[in-house]
């Protein structure tokens, strides 16, 4: 069992910045990916960004630029740096990590609320 706990939203005004965290818990395979996932009201949810074990880095085209995803050495601690925010980024953002045969874990979510 993975346990995936957010930390670091809140409200923000419009350009500026916060910076979300995940820890996770449990047996975690060496070989993994985590990644950050939003939804917002009426909206799908939609793919923020992603990273691999090895460090490979995908993002969403809203987010380029902007956004940094990393996770520390030994991978436990996933982080997604957020910068020049907008209105559009408003939603609950939730912490993501797959591993071994399908097996998929996510985060309760965190409130991410950003005003014009």
Same mark, same amino acid.
């Given at each position: ?7 670091? &939203?809140?409200?923000? +005004? *419009?350009? #500026?910045?916060? @910076?979300?965290?995940? $820890? ?7 070989? /993994?990916?985590? &990644?950050?996932?939003? +939804? *917002?009201? #009426?909206?799908? @949810?939609?793919?923020? $960004? ?7 880095? /995908? ?11 990393? @996770? ?45």
């Amino acid at each position: 069992q993975v346990r995936l706990v957010e930390s670091g &939203g809140g409200w923000v +005004q *419009a350009g #500026g910045s916060l @910076r979300l965290s995940c $820890a996770a818990s449990g047996f975690i395979y060496s070989n /993994n990916a985590m &990644g950050w996932y939003r +939804q *917002a009201p #009426g909206k799908q @949810r939609e793919l923020v $960004a992603r990273i691999s074990s090895g460090h490979n880095t /995908n993002y969403a085209a809203s987010v380029k630029g902007r956004f940094t995803i990393s @996770r520390d050495s030994v991978g436990s601690t996933l982080y997604l740096q957020m910068n020049s925010l907008k209105p559009e980024d408003t939603a609950i953002y939730y912490c993501q990590l797959a591993q071994g045969m399908g097996a998929e874990y996510w985060g309760q979510g965190t409130q991410v609320a950003v005003s014009s």
